[in-house]
Every structure is written in structure tokens, then in C-alpha cells.
């Protein structure tokens, strides 16, 4: 058991830790270690921002009304 | 509990991920009238194949399954594989290294139009493209994407992680190009 990560096993970890993939404890490693470590944490705080504006900017329009009535009338 | 009509369950169970279905079509396709026509062909074969669907498991990833296979073979022959060159080429280098002393924060991203961050997302190789878009813009677990996709829960990671940083440099390269940021020293 690694109580103590060191930077390169945080940033192996990041994503997973960002995309809630992590277990509670590993995910509390993580925290531990950036508490502690101003880069990990400023590394982490941009490439959360960077899931944020992707998600905000990058996902598509939801289904338009008239194919949402094309495909429900070939269906039911 | 099986419904007698096939209608009253695909309508409760499939329907809610219509929308889901398609912007995920949007995206692949990168064409809304292409995106229209792949949802509805994939809902077609949804409600054709409902007899094979298990009631009360995962219908959302039993559906996009359908339509990532559609999409392969309709579309994908016709889409770009994207260029090997630049994947190699940002492996070992994060954007985060060239603006953690200007930018940490990321803020640059705020000023990317949004033409441009779809024109990024669509320009990715396939592979790296389709884990994004299930993940990053669906919000997807990684193991309901390697169900999808037919891929261990690593070969996921492995393309988002890519995919991610290859996204990451070419918009950061947009934004220096255009003056929202300072690009760093070579």
C-alpha cells in the first residue's frame, strides 16, 4: 500500500481521478499528495478545466423535435 | 416481466436515450442531416432487435453499441483515419508544461469559438474520437465505453488520454495563433 504517491504516479492517475474512476482511497492518495504539492494541484485544476470546457463547448444539440416525430412514427 | 407490446418497453426503457443517441450521431458524423439519418436507421434496428435486449440492464449502452456499429458501416470508410504523424509527435509534451507559467488556469480555453472545438473533436482519429465523445461529452463510465466499444477498460483509457492530448495541442494552437495566448519558447 502507497500511502505516499510521488508526482509521476499522481499524473498516471490523473485522469482517472478526474473522471471519478478512482476507489475512495485511492482517490484520497491523490488528494493527500496535492494538498501537498502546488504543481499536481495546478496540473490537476487544468486539465479539470480543460474536461469542463469540453464538455460545456463540444457536446452536441439534443435530438430537433421534427426527427425525434420522424422516428417515433416509423417506430410506434 | 415482459410487456406484451414490444412498443410499451422500448418506449420506457430505449426512448429516453434518444437524445443521447443523437449527439453522439452528431458527432460522429460531424453533419446533422447525417447525424439525423444514423439515429433513425440505429433505432429502427434498436426496436427490431428489442426481443434480444435484457430488460433492467444497460439499455443506453446496448443502444449506442447499435449505433457505433451503424456508423462503421455507413460512414467510416468514408471519414478520415486521421495522420499517425501527430499522435506521435505530442506523446511525453502537455500543453500544461507551456502555459503553467502564463495560463495555469487554462483560461485561454474560454476563448476558443465553439466552430473551432467541434472542428477539433471531428478532425480526431476515429478511435481516439469515439472515446471522447462517450466520455468527455456524454459523461459515460469507462466501463460502459469498453462494453460499447469491444475494448478492455485500458485500450479506453489509453485513447482518451490520447485523444484528450491531442485536442488539448491543437486548441492551444488555435488560441496562440490567434493572439488569446503567448505560445511558449521553443
Known amino acids: 500500500m502507497s500511502e505516499h504517491l510521488d508526482c509521476r504516479q499522481v499524473v498516471d492517475r490523473l485522469y482517472d481521478f478526474l473522471d471519478g474512476e478512482l476507489t475512495a482511497t485511492d482517490a484520497e492518495e491523490v488528494r493527500a499528495h496535492m494538498a501537498a504539492c502546488a504543481h499536481c494541484f495546478e496540473r490537476s485544476d487544468f486539465e479539470a478545466a480543460f474536461l469542463r470546457f469540453l464538455e460545456a463547448r463540444g457536446k452536441g444539440k439534443d435530438c430537433p423535435p421534427e426527427v425525434r416525430r420522424r422516428i417515433l412514427d416509423s417506430l410506434l | ?186
Open chain 2, 1 to 186: 416481466m415482459t410487456d406484451p407490446d414490444p412498443r410499451v418497453s422500448f418506449e420506457r426503457e430505449a426512448l429516453p436515450h434518444l437524445d443521447t443517441m443523437y449527439r453522439v450521431a452528431l458527432r460522429l458524423t460531424g453533419d446533422p442531416s447525417r447525424a439525423d439519418d444514423l439515429t433513425q436507421d440505429a433505432m429502427l434496428k434498436a426496436f427490431r432487435g428489442w426481443h434480444t435486449f435484457t430488460s433492467g440492464t444497460n439499455a443506453r449502452a446496448w443502444l449506442l453499441t447499435i449505433l457505433r456499429n451503424q456508423f462503421i458501416n455507413d460512414y467510416r470508410r468514408t471519414k478520415n483515419q486521421g495522420p499517425a504523424v501527430d499522435i506521435m509527435e505530442i506523446e511525453g509534451h502537455t500543453v500544461f508544461a507551456d502555459v503553467q507559467e502564463t495560463d495555469p488556469a487554462g483560461r485561454f480555453f474560454d476563448q476558443i469559438v465553439d466552430d473551432e472545438v467541434t472542428a477539433a473533436i471531428e478532425a480526431l482519429p476515429d478511435e481516439f474520437r469515439e472515446a471522447v465523445i462517450l466520455s468527455d461529452l456524454e459523461g459515460l463510465p469507462y466501463a460502459e465505453i469498453a462494453e460499447i466499444l469491444g475494448v478492455p477498460v485500458g485500450t479506453v483509457k489509453s485513447r482518451l488520454h490520447r485523444g484528450r492530448q491531442i485536442l488539448q495541442r491543437r486548441l492551444y494552437q488555435y488560441a496562440v495563433d490567434m493572439g488569446y495566448i503567448r505560445g511558449a519558447q521553443p
